[in-house]
Protein backbone atom coordinates (compact mmCIF):
# COMPACT_ATOMS: atom_id res chain seq x y z
CA UNK A 1 0.00 0.00 0.00
CA UNK A 2 1.16 3.49 -0.92
CA UNK A 3 0.06 6.88 -0.17
CA UNK A 4 0.55 9.43 -2.10
CA UNK A 5 -0.17 13.25 -1.24
CA UNK A 6 1.49 16.56 -2.10
CA UNK A 7 0.75 20.10 -1.47
CA UNK A 8 2.43 23.09 -2.81
CA UNK A 9 3.12 25.26 0.05
CA UNK A 10 4.83 28.63 -1.49
CA UNK A 11 5.32 29.10 -5.14
CA UNK A 12 5.41 32.33 -6.82
CA UNK A 13 5.39 32.11 -10.56
CA UNK A 14 7.62 33.93 -13.13
CA UNK A 15 4.51 35.13 -14.88
CA UNK A 16 1.16 34.42 -15.04
CA UNK A 17 -0.63 31.67 -17.43
CA UNK A 18 -3.28 32.95 -19.47
CA UNK A 19 -7.18 31.16 -18.89
CA UNK A 20 -6.58 28.53 -21.46
CA UNK A 21 -3.45 27.24 -18.90
CA UNK A 22 -4.73 26.72 -16.05
CA UNK A 23 -4.05 23.26 -15.88
CA UNK A 24 -0.53 23.67 -16.48
CA UNK A 25 -0.08 26.26 -12.95
CA UNK A 26 0.63 25.16 -9.84
CA UNK A 27 -1.03 26.95 -6.86
CA UNK A 28 -0.23 27.34 -3.53
CA UNK A 29 -2.36 25.11 -1.20
CA UNK A 30 -3.07 22.52 -4.07
CA UNK A 31 -0.76 19.20 -5.52
CA UNK A 32 1.53 20.46 -8.04
CA UNK A 33 -0.75 18.38 -10.63
CA UNK A 34 -3.84 19.60 -9.49
CA UNK A 35 -6.96 19.30 -11.86
CA UNK A 36 -8.41 22.87 -12.28
CA UNK A 37 -11.61 23.40 -14.42
CA UNK A 38 -15.18 23.78 -15.17
CA UNK A 39 -17.67 21.62 -12.54
CA UNK A 40 -20.35 20.13 -15.06
CA UNK A 41 -23.82 19.82 -14.19
CA UNK A 42 -25.46 18.07 -17.02
CA UNK A 43 -26.58 19.26 -20.34
CA UNK A 44 -28.97 21.43 -20.26
CA UNK A 45 -32.46 20.43 -21.87
CA UNK A 46 -33.55 23.65 -22.98
CA UNK A 47 -30.46 24.44 -25.15
CA UNK A 48 -28.22 20.95 -25.26
CA UNK A 49 -25.10 22.49 -24.24
CA UNK A 50 -22.92 21.53 -20.91
CA UNK A 51 -24.06 23.29 -18.04
CA UNK A 52 -21.16 24.47 -15.97
CA UNK A 53 -21.03 25.16 -12.15
CA UNK A 54 -20.85 29.04 -11.51
CA UNK A 55 -18.13 29.68 -8.81
CA UNK A 56 -19.98 30.98 -5.44
CA UNK A 57 -17.25 34.35 -5.62
CA UNK A 58 -18.40 34.49 -9.51
CA UNK A 59 -18.87 38.69 -10.65
CA UNK A 60 -21.89 38.63 -13.14
CA UNK A 61 -22.53 42.22 -14.12
CA UNK A 62 -23.47 41.00 -17.52
CA UNK A 63 -24.70 38.10 -20.33
CA UNK A 64 -20.49 38.58 -21.21
CA UNK A 65 -20.08 37.35 -18.08
CA UNK A 66 -22.03 34.10 -17.95
CA UNK A 67 -18.78 32.67 -20.55
CA UNK A 68 -15.44 34.25 -18.82
CA UNK A 69 -13.50 31.07 -17.67
CA UNK A 70 -12.79 32.79 -13.78
CA UNK A 71 -15.80 32.65 -13.11
CA UNK A 72 -15.93 28.87 -13.31
CA UNK A 73 -12.79 27.49 -12.62
CA UNK A 74 -13.08 24.61 -9.57
CA UNK A 75 -10.34 22.39 -7.98
CA UNK A 76 -11.41 19.14 -9.25
CA UNK A 77 -8.82 16.23 -7.96
CA UNK A 78 -5.71 15.01 -9.32
CA UNK A 79 -4.31 12.59 -11.90
CA UNK A 80 -1.86 10.63 -9.32
CA UNK A 81 -3.89 8.23 -6.94
CA UNK A 82 -3.70 8.93 -3.42
CA UNK A 83 -4.15 5.51 -2.45
CA UNK A 84 -2.40 2.58 -4.59
CA UNK A 85 -1.43 -1.14 -3.62
CA UNK A 86 -1.63 -4.44 -4.47
CA UNK A 87 -2.84 -7.72 -2.51
CA UNK A 88 -1.75 -11.54 -2.38
CA UNK A 89 -3.73 -14.24 -1.12
CA UNK A 90 -3.04 -17.84 -1.25
CA UNK A 91 -4.81 -21.29 0.48
CA UNK A 92 -4.02 -25.12 0.17
CA UNK A 93 -6.43 -28.20 0.97
CA UNK A 94 -4.31 -31.41 0.32
CA UNK A 95 -3.27 -31.63 -3.09
CA UNK A 96 -4.86 -28.49 -4.14
CA UNK A 97 -3.56 -25.01 -3.80
CA UNK A 98 -5.31 -21.54 -4.85
CA UNK A 99 -3.65 -18.11 -4.95
CA UNK A 100 -5.00 -14.77 -5.80
CA UNK A 101 -3.37 -11.49 -6.24
CA UNK A 102 -4.56 -7.94 -7.32
CA UNK A 103 -3.60 -4.07 -7.56
CA UNK A 104 -6.39 -0.84 -6.99
CA UNK A 105 -6.01 2.32 -7.10
CA UNK A 106 -8.47 4.87 -5.75
CA UNK A 107 -9.08 8.64 -6.08
CA UNK A 108 -7.86 9.54 -9.02
CA UNK A 109 -9.01 11.82 -11.60
CA UNK A 110 -8.42 12.40 -15.54
CA UNK A 111 -9.90 13.80 -18.60
CA UNK A 112 -10.98 11.35 -21.16
CA UNK A 113 -11.76 12.20 -24.43
CA UNK A 114 -10.52 11.11 -27.61
CA UNK A 115 -10.30 14.47 -30.10
CA UNK A 116 -11.32 13.62 -33.18
CA UNK A 117 -8.11 14.70 -35.94
CA UNK A 118 -10.34 16.79 -38.00
CA UNK A 119 -12.73 19.88 -36.84
CA UNK A 120 -14.58 22.84 -38.53
CA UNK A 121 -11.32 24.95 -38.64
CA UNK A 122 -10.05 22.12 -40.91
CA UNK A 123 -11.95 23.84 -43.61
CA UNK A 124 -11.19 27.37 -44.07
CA UNK A 125 -7.68 27.43 -44.86
CA UNK A 126 -7.44 28.84 -48.08
CA UNK A 127 -11.05 29.64 -47.91
CA UNK A 128 -13.45 32.94 -46.77
CA UNK A 129 -15.24 31.44 -44.41
CA UNK A 130 -16.36 33.54 -41.41
CA UNK A 131 -17.50 31.27 -38.00
CA UNK A 132 -20.69 32.44 -36.84
CA UNK A 133 -21.15 30.00 -33.90
CA UNK A 134 -18.04 28.68 -31.95
CA UNK A 135 -18.18 25.01 -30.44
CA UNK A 136 -18.62 24.32 -26.81
CA UNK A 137 -16.75 21.58 -27.47
CA UNK A 138 -15.58 19.10 -29.91
CA UNK A 139 -18.86 16.80 -29.60
CA UNK A 140 -20.89 19.50 -31.03
CA UNK A 141 -19.41 19.96 -34.26
CA UNK A 142 -21.02 18.80 -37.02
CA UNK A 143 -18.07 18.35 -39.21
CA UNK A 144 -16.90 15.78 -36.43
CA UNK A 145 -19.67 13.37 -36.59
CA UNK A 146 -18.99 12.35 -39.97
CA UNK A 147 -16.33 10.33 -38.69
CA UNK A 148 -16.44 7.25 -36.77
CA UNK A 149 -18.25 7.62 -33.27
CA UNK A 150 -19.81 5.72 -30.72
CA UNK A 151 -23.20 4.69 -30.80
CA UNK A 152 -23.87 6.00 -27.91
CA UNK A 153 -23.74 9.58 -29.72
CA UNK A 154 -27.20 8.70 -31.91
CA UNK A 155 -28.35 9.52 -28.33
CA UNK A 156 -28.03 13.28 -28.56
CA UNK A 157 -29.92 16.21 -27.96
CA UNK A 158 -32.37 17.08 -30.70
CA UNK A 159 -34.83 19.68 -30.18
CA UNK A 160 -37.75 16.44 -30.33
CA UNK A 161 -35.34 14.54 -27.57
CA UNK A 162 -34.09 16.80 -24.57
CA UNK A 163 -33.84 14.48 -21.50
CA UNK A 164 -31.40 11.51 -20.67
CA UNK A 165 -29.62 12.39 -23.62
CA UNK A 166 -25.63 11.35 -23.94
CA UNK A 167 -24.30 13.78 -26.07
CA UNK A 168 -25.28 17.91 -26.49
CA UNK A 169 -26.27 19.09 -29.74
CA UNK A 170 -24.49 19.40 -33.17
CA UNK A 171 -24.24 22.40 -34.94
CA UNK A 172 -22.68 24.32 -38.43
CA UNK A 173 -20.35 26.99 -36.92
CA UNK A 174 -20.29 28.39 -40.43
CA UNK A 175 -24.09 28.53 -40.58
CA UNK A 176 -25.90 29.16 -37.08
CA UNK A 177 -25.99 31.62 -34.74
CA UNK A 178 -27.29 31.11 -31.86
CA UNK A 179 -24.99 33.56 -29.15
CA UNK A 180 -24.44 30.13 -26.90
CA UNK A 181 -20.85 31.86 -26.92
CA UNK A 182 -21.87 35.14 -24.99
CA UNK A 183 -24.13 32.95 -22.25
CA UNK A 184 -22.00 29.79 -22.20
CA UNK A 185 -18.33 29.34 -21.66
CA UNK A 186 -16.30 28.26 -24.62
CA UNK A 187 -12.70 28.19 -23.25
CA UNK A 188 -11.03 24.58 -23.40
CA UNK A 189 -9.83 24.96 -19.60
CA UNK A 190 -13.43 25.17 -18.26
CA UNK A 191 -15.16 22.63 -20.87
CA UNK A 192 -13.18 20.25 -20.91
CA UNK A 193 -14.35 19.72 -17.20
CA UNK A 194 -17.24 17.54 -18.77
CA UNK A 195 -15.10 14.91 -19.73
CA UNK A 196 -13.82 14.61 -15.94
CA UNK A 197 -13.47 10.53 -15.01
CA UNK A 198 -12.92 8.63 -11.97
CA UNK A 199 -10.15 6.21 -12.44
CA UNK A 200 -10.50 3.93 -9.47
CA UNK A 201 -10.11 0.25 -10.08
CA UNK A 202 -9.28 -2.80 -8.34
CA UNK A 203 -8.08 -5.56 -11.02
CA UNK A 204 -7.80 -9.42 -10.31
CA UNK A 205 -4.47 -9.79 -11.74
CA UNK A 206 -3.89 -13.70 -11.58
CA UNK A 207 -5.94 -16.83 -10.35
CA UNK A 208 -3.90 -19.95 -9.90
CA UNK A 209 -5.68 -23.07 -9.47
CA UNK A 210 -2.90 -25.83 -8.80
CA UNK A 211 -3.14 -29.85 -8.39
CA UNK A 212 -0.37 -32.06 -7.29
CA UNK A 213 -1.26 -35.88 -8.30
CA UNK A 214 -0.15 -37.58 -4.72
CA UNK A 215 2.91 -40.39 -5.16
CA UNK A 216 0.84 -43.36 -4.64
CA UNK A 217 -0.73 -42.74 -8.18
CA UNK A 218 2.29 -42.50 -10.18
CA UNK A 219 5.56 -44.48 -7.65
CA UNK A 220 5.32 -47.60 -10.57
CA UNK A 221 6.27 -45.36 -13.52
CA UNK A 222 9.31 -43.31 -13.84
CA UNK A 223 7.54 -40.36 -13.03
CA UNK A 224 8.49 -38.35 -9.57
CA UNK A 225 6.17 -35.45 -10.01
CA UNK A 226 3.41 -34.75 -11.63
CA UNK A 227 1.59 -31.16 -11.35
CA UNK A 228 -1.93 -29.30 -13.29
CA UNK A 229 -2.02 -26.10 -13.07
CA UNK A 230 -4.67 -23.30 -14.68
CA UNK A 231 -3.65 -19.85 -14.13
CA UNK A 232 -6.76 -16.90 -15.06
CA UNK A 233 -4.71 -13.73 -16.08
CA UNK A 234 -6.84 -10.24 -15.98
CA UNK A 235 -9.55 -11.87 -15.52
CA UNK A 236 -11.81 -8.82 -13.87
CA UNK A 237 -11.96 -5.27 -13.38
CA UNK A 238 -14.33 -3.35 -11.06
CA UNK A 239 -14.44 0.25 -11.38
CA UNK A 240 -15.79 3.64 -9.78
CA UNK A 241 -15.55 5.45 -13.46
CA UNK A 242 -18.32 8.31 -14.02
CA UNK A 243 -18.17 11.06 -16.08
CA UNK A 244 -19.08 14.32 -14.50
CA UNK A 245 -22.40 15.38 -16.40
CA UNK A 246 -23.93 12.08 -15.58
CA UNK A 247 -24.21 10.69 -18.78
CA UNK A 248 -24.37 6.80 -20.37
CA UNK A 249 -21.09 8.02 -22.61
CA UNK A 250 -18.72 4.82 -22.12
CA UNK A 251 -16.24 5.08 -20.86
CA UNK A 252 -12.04 3.12 -21.04
CA UNK A 253 -10.86 1.01 -18.29
CA UNK A 254 -8.35 2.84 -16.20
CA UNK A 255 -5.80 0.38 -17.19
CA UNK A 256 -6.24 1.72 -20.92
CA UNK A 257 -3.49 4.58 -21.87
CA UNK A 258 -4.33 7.39 -24.27
CA UNK A 259 -1.49 8.99 -26.41
CA UNK A 260 -2.80 12.06 -28.96
CA UNK A 261 -5.45 9.81 -31.35
CA UNK A 262 -4.07 6.50 -30.00
CA UNK A 263 -5.13 3.91 -27.43
CA UNK A 264 -2.79 1.18 -26.07
CA UNK A 265 -4.65 -1.53 -24.67
CA UNK A 266 -3.22 -4.64 -22.65
CA UNK A 267 -3.34 -8.61 -23.94
CA UNK A 268 -5.56 -9.74 -21.69
CA UNK A 269 -4.37 -13.49 -21.10
CA UNK A 270 -7.81 -15.34 -20.24
CA UNK A 271 -6.22 -19.00 -19.76
CA UNK A 272 -3.10 -20.49 -19.29
CA UNK A 273 -3.07 -24.54 -18.72
CA UNK A 274 0.15 -25.80 -17.61
CA UNK A 275 1.20 -29.67 -17.00
CA UNK A 276 4.29 -30.39 -14.87
CA UNK A 277 6.49 -33.18 -15.43
CA UNK A 278 9.15 -34.74 -13.36
CA UNK A 279 10.73 -37.83 -14.49
CA UNK A 280 13.01 -39.84 -13.01
CA UNK A 281 16.48 -40.00 -14.30
CA UNK A 282 20.23 -41.33 -13.89
CA UNK A 283 21.64 -38.77 -14.00
CA UNK A 284 22.36 -35.98 -11.73
CA UNK A 285 20.01 -33.36 -12.46
CA UNK A 286 15.77 -34.61 -13.19
CA UNK A 287 14.74 -33.73 -16.60
CA UNK A 288 11.54 -31.47 -16.08
CA UNK A 289 9.04 -31.28 -19.33
CA UNK A 290 6.16 -28.72 -19.58
CA UNK A 291 3.30 -28.86 -22.04
CA UNK A 292 1.34 -25.24 -22.03
CA UNK A 293 -1.64 -24.24 -23.39
CA UNK A 294 -2.54 -20.35 -23.90
CA UNK A 295 -5.34 -18.65 -25.16
CA UNK A 296 -5.36 -15.11 -25.04
CA UNK A 297 -7.59 -11.66 -26.36
CA UNK A 298 -6.64 -8.17 -27.13
CA UNK A 299 -8.99 -5.58 -25.88
CA UNK A 300 -10.11 -3.45 -29.19
CA UNK A 301 -11.76 0.20 -28.45
CA UNK A 302 -13.07 2.35 -31.41
Given at each position: ???????????????????????????????????????????????????????????????????????????????????????????????????????????????????????????????????????????????TQYLNVNRDMFN???????????????????????????????????????????????????????????????????????????????????????????????????????????????????????????????????????????????????
Open positions: MALNRNIVSKYNPPYRNSSTSYNAEMLEGFPTDGIFSGRCTGIDPETGLYNFELRPDAVIRTKDDLHLPDNYLFYLGTPTSPLTGGFSLSADYKEFRLSVNGVYSVGAKQFEYIRPPVSYSSTEYGQEITVNEMVQTFQNDLFRWTPENKTDVSAPRLWNPYTADYGFSRQYPTETAITQGAFLTKLSYLRIKNIILGYKLPKKYIQRSKISNLDFSLQLRNTKEWTRKLRAQHTRYPVLLPSVSISDFNIYTEIKKYETFQIHIIRNSHSAHPLMHRISRCKTERKNYS
